[in-house]
């Protein structure tokens, strides 16, 4: 080539280009953002509409199905899920990874805005938001203290702290558990509202006439203008206390005399505690762009800061921070790269055994893993646990390429060559198999790119940093490597391997003499695999077929040839790895221990309280808090709905046991706890996911009531416990009993006899007994509610309902009317019932969730499958139908995904090689190495109990372009041998053994690059060990297999005489044109 001819010539030239590489990746390096995982911007948008005070039955069919109906038929759309429940509908529609979400949101908006008309009278606007994917909260901090209590915590939290948190830079909001705010409750006597004759809708419309503050406008003058403000402001309790709500028998009525007001809090539905003392908590929640990392270390230098400026006694601490897990996994990684690093260079100094030749290859690792950087930041990648992994596959991969170039100058060298001409010739010799064992490697990737799905979003920037780095070492390989070769590289003296040690050899003598030794001993294993070889492919067995009447008694011998039997003993291990190959247990993405225990409680009746729930839940934490794992525990009740403690467990170096370890020692305790359905595991979650990798959802529709809905989906989950397939007590569904309520009829008819509106009764029992906001105040320059309602003794049974009483009239002796008080008794009536508390759909029908966690040793394919089956046989009529959702339904997806990936990935391999080799044969030689590669995988990962999952798919997908290296470097020389006169079986075996170093060299390279991997402890363990064991074991059994099949293969398929490449094929038929 002439760039590496020039390089050769030019030292500086070559050495500057490397040099610029790496200032461009040390510059990118500092722009890149540090992430988890890739971003992604899934497209979801969800949709909240409010009807106050509807039933879920009601919201369903006046608002959900409206709003499902208008939107089943947009673009892009992929799945539709809605929860419709007291007075809210909640709808969240999935797109395509592909559709854009702004275009998605306005589409949707477009939607809404047709059926507006059709919602009923008094409901909210719509609410359209984009769903954000990274909307959880990443810290959970805790406000505790034993001199102040819950109300002047959650006071404190909501006045100072909240804007305090929301300004650290890449936070999205601020959440707080625990407490409530002020509110200034307006308490009253419903009897003394009667003997005066005031109604609830009266004293709310005085309240808020009294209680004024707002711009009157501006006095302009000659030189200025002078803002005008109204005040008439309510602040304290006597102040409203003192309200005048008329005249009665000639003097003021007061609100006081028909009731007393209090300064309260709203009242809470949720209690924390932390480490069993009473807390606040406060919820950090990330935007989506925000590195979570950075978040953190300003958080812990503001902490300090924040803990200054508390009230004496209050203390403010991280409670549960799910960034440790984030920032031990990427430091491992980082580990692991160092590893990798002293591995790679270990087995390259013990073939070289010379500094200078070791520092050839090595140069390489740096140059193109800085370089990369810069690849990345032009593609707007980020640091995260993928391109980091990506990295640590590529130091093994990037010296491949300087290796070869090493070894084949090296060889000239050694045949008393000038290491100027041998670098000269030997780069020429071997830049096109260079050049094509870097662009097959990097077409590898090229179909990740092209799949669409959440695979291949998040695994393009793990395949386009593994390309960029094997692109830059392959240019590294054919610039900087050969001029290093041509001055750095010495022949060795095989004389000094003779010599007699008499004690008087110095000790440099010594080690060149062990060198000498050493080469010497290579050679050897050069010579004796060629003989081997050899013998193998050249010699014939013969197989003596026994007497038989068919063959007329007479004894037959066939003969079978030597390649033949080779490729037969690689199909028969191919054939056995197929059968371990389904023995894998498979999943999505493997659970991961993340240092995080999560303790669920959830009531078995939905009309339970929070003392209730808290009473059992204090038991539960009782279990938790004996465990010795345990670092420190933050427990959120809450009602309605399921109640969380989020437990951080000590260091992984500080304990023996894993997360899902610990949660299975607790599990028989939590099981005796009555009242709640309590649930302890390992909070590991899947990529861009909420749930772990191998999590059961499993969806019931139906076109029948939800009565009958739900009867099904208690008989399918009784059928799947019996299964075996799931941890006890984690077969649940998205369904709960009905909650009681009272339904109040109002009679028309008697409500104009006494001359009461509808809407008057109808506001009477909403402010009364629901207690509703009507007002502000402010207190220390914040604004809190007004409240107005009855005494909570006076509204404990449907029976005290009678005691409120609404304003009306009557007719007089005269005709006349006059107003006159009314009991609501007298105009409503009210029956007890009961009525779901949330109904779910999922595609317009009405829909149950079963969702289960598996029981080890069982693959997600394997149950997905068989309790489809049991589920269809169970419940299974044409009104209703079967399918997965979350986790499931992306297995299932990406499974598909997967294949064509790698039919992709074989197809653009093949593609290229038979470009840059003009022949149809070559590539078919090389790519047949990929079946026994993938192989070894199979074995290597059923050996060490690993699973089939999306790190090991992309393990099994680098392997593809790894072992076609090796297939390259075979055919490469026994074309060009061939094309020197030898026949196709004596060039293929010369070239074998030829090539057999290098390939050992870069074999070893990749293996002990991948050790680190394979054998990975601590954060985040569990996605590098699959990823690592398949390119271990691809790589071992898989050359092994390669160095005598592949030649064995050759010498079928190849022609006898190779078709020379166009650009050499004219300037060759001029000095030895064909006959």
């Known amino acids: 080539m002439k760039l590496t001819d020039l390089c050769i010539k030019r030292p500086v030239l070559s050495t500057v280009l490397s040099l610029i590489i790496i200032a461009l990746g040390i510059v990118a390096f500092e722009q890149l953002q540090v992430r988890q995982y890739p971003q992604i911007d899934y497209p979801k948008v969800s949709i909240s509409t409010q009807l106050e005070g509807a039933s879920p039955l009601i919201i369903e069919s006046t608002i959900t199905k409206i709003l499902e109906d208008a939107l089943s038929g947009i673009e892009g759309l992929k799945d539709m899920k809605s929860k419709s429940s007291t007075g809210e509908s909640r709808i969240t529609l999935t797109f395509n990874i592909e559709r854009d979400i702004d275009g998605a949101v306005n589409d949707v908006r477009d939607k809404i805005g047709r059926v507006r008309q059709k919602l009923p009278e008094g409901v909210v606007e719509p609410r359209i938001k984009k769903a954000d994917a990274d909307a959880v909260a990443i810290i959970h901090l805790a406000l505790h203290s034993e001199q102040h209590n819950i109300e002047e915590l959650a006071d404190y939290a909501n006045r100072f702290l909240e804007s305090q948190l929301e300004s650290i830079n890449g936070v999205s909001s601020i959440d707080i558990y625990g407490g409530g705010e002020f509110e200034m409750r307006i308490v009253l006597d419903p009897v003394k509202m009667a003997n005066f004759k005031i109604t609830p809708n009266e004293i709310a419309k005085a309240i808020k006439s009294q209680n004024i503050e707002k711009p009157a406008g501006n006095i302009k003058t000659k030189n200025e203008e002078i803002l005008v403000t109204t005040k008439a402001p309510l602040i304290t309790e006597v102040d409203f206390s003192n309200i005048i709500l008329g005249e009665r028998n000639g003097a003021l009525l007061r609100l006081r005399d028909i009731g007393y007001v209090e300064l309260s809090t709203v009242d809470t539905k949720s209690q924390v505690r932390f480490n069993d003392k009473p807390a606040i908590a406060i919820a950090i929640t990330k935007q989506s762009v925000a590195n979570p990392l950075s978040i953190a270390k300003t958080l812990e230098k503001e902490l300090p800061k924040l803990q200054r400026l508390l009230p004496n006694g209050m203390k403010l601490e991280i409670a549960n921070d799910k960034t440790i897990f984030i920032d031990r996994s990427i430091k491992e990684v980082y580990t692991t790269i160092f590893e990798a690093t002293f591995l790679v260079i270990i087995v390259v100094l013990l073939f070289l055994r010379s500094y200078r030749a070791t520092l050839i290859p090595l140069v390489t690792i740096p140059v193109s893993l800085i370089g990369t950087f810069f690849l990345m930041q032009l593609m707007g990648f980020s640091l995260n646990i993928l391109t980091l992994l990506a990295l640590v596959l590529a130091i093994g991969m990037v010296v491949d390429d300087a290796i070869v170039m090493l070894e084949n100058i090296y060889r000239y060298i050694e045949e008393g060559m000038n290491p100027i001409q041998a670098a000269f010739k030997g780069a020429k010799e071997i830049s096109f198999a260079i050049i094509a064992m870097t662009i097959t490697l990097a077409a590898v990737y090229a179909p990740i790119t092209l799949i669409p799905g959440t695979t291949g979003k998040l695994f393009t920037e793990f395949a386009m940093t593994l390309a960029g780095a094997v692109i830059i070492s392959g240019f590294v390989a054919l610039t900087l490597s050969p001029m290093m070769c041509g001055r750095l590289l010495k022949a060795h003296n095989l004389k000094l391997a003779a010599e007699k040690d008499d004690g008087n050899l110095t000790l440099k003598k010594r080690f060149k003499r062990l060198d000498v030794k050493i080469e010497l001993w290579l050679n050897k294993l050069d010579d004796s695999y060629g003989r081997l070889l050899s013998f193998f492919i050249k010699s014939d067995v013969k197989v003596s077929v026994p007497h038989t009447e068919l063959l007329h008694n007479k004894e037959t011998t066939f003969k079978l040839n030597g390649a033949f039997l080779v490729i037969l003993v690689g199909l028969l291990f191919f054939g056995l790895s197929i059968f371990a190959y389904k023995s894998l247990k498979d999943e999505y993405i493997p659970r991961e221990d993340q240092g995080q225990l999560t303790m669920r409680s ?385 060039a293929v075996i010369k070239a074998s053994r030829l090539r057999l170093r290098p390939i050992i060299m870069t074999t070893l390279a990749m293996v002990l690059g991948a050790v680190p991997l394979a054998f990975a402890d601590g954060a985040g363990m569990e996605s590098r060990r699959p990823i690592g064991l398949v390119i271990v074991g691809g790589m071992l059994i898989g050359t092994m297999f390669t160095l005598f099949v592949l030649p064995a293969v050759y010498t079928f398929i190849s022609r006898k005489e190779h078709k020379a490449l166009a650009e050499d094929l004219s300037e060759k038929a001029v000095k030895k044109p064909k006959k």
């Open 602 to 986: 959830v009531p078995l009746a939905n009309n339970a309280n929070l003392d209730f729930v808290d009473k059992y839940v204090k038991q539960a934490e009782a279990v938790l808090k004996d465990i010795p794992e345990m670092d420190k525990r933050l427990s959120i009740v809450q009602v309605p709905g399921e109640s969380h403690s989020l437990n951080l467990l000590v260091p992984w170096e500080k304990r023996s046991r894993s997360t899902k370890e610990v949660a299975e020692s607790i599990r028989l305790a939590l099981y005796d706890i009555v009242g709640l359905n309590v649930i302890a595991y390992s909070s590991g979650t899947s990529l861009g996911s909420s749930k772990s990798g191998d999590s059961f959802d499993l969806v019931i529709s139906s076109t029948q009531d939800f009565k009958a809905l739900t009867a099904k989906a208690h008989k399918a989950m009784s059928a799947l416990n019996k299964t075996g397939f799931f941890e006890p007590k984690t077969v649940e569904a998205d369904i709960s009993s009905d909650a009681q309520e009272y339904i109040v009829t109002i009679d028309r008819e008697k409500s104009a006899i006494l001359g009461i509106e509808i809407d008057q009764i109808s506001s009477a029992l909403d402010t009364l007994v629901g207690g509703k906001p009507i007002s502000k105040f402010k207190k220390e320059s914040k604004l809190f509610s007004v409240r107005i309602q009855v005494d909570d003794d006076v509204r404990q049974t449907v029976e005290d309902l009678a005691n409120i009483f609404i304003k009306g009239s009557s007719v007089g002796s005269r005709g006349q009317r006059k107003e006159t008080m009314v009991p609501l008794s007298e105009v409503i009536s009210i029956d007890k019932t009961s009525s779901p508390v949330e109904i779910g759909h999922i595609r317009g029908m009405r829909a149950v969730t079963i969702s289960g966690r598996l029981k080890e040793g069982f693959g997600l394919g394997e149950v997905l499958e068989k309790s489809r089956d049991i589920v269809e046989a169970t419940v299974g009529d044409s009104s209703t139908q079967v399918s997965f959702s979350g986790s499931s339904q992306e297995f299932l997806e990406e499974s598909l995904t997967m294949v064509k990936m790698f039919v992709l990935a074989l197809l653009f391999i093949f593609m290229v090689l038979a470009a840059q080799y003009e022949s149809w044969r070559d590539p078919w030689i090389i790519i047949l190495s990929v079946p026994l590669s993938l192989a070894g995988a199979v074995i290597f990962l059923k050996i060490f109990g690993q699973t089939s999952n999306i790190y090991s798919q992309i393990g099994f997908m680098t392997l593809i372009g790894l072992i076609t290296k090796h297939g390259i470097l075979i055919v490469d020389f026994a074309n060009a041998l061939k094309e020197e006169g030898l026949s196709r079986v004596d």
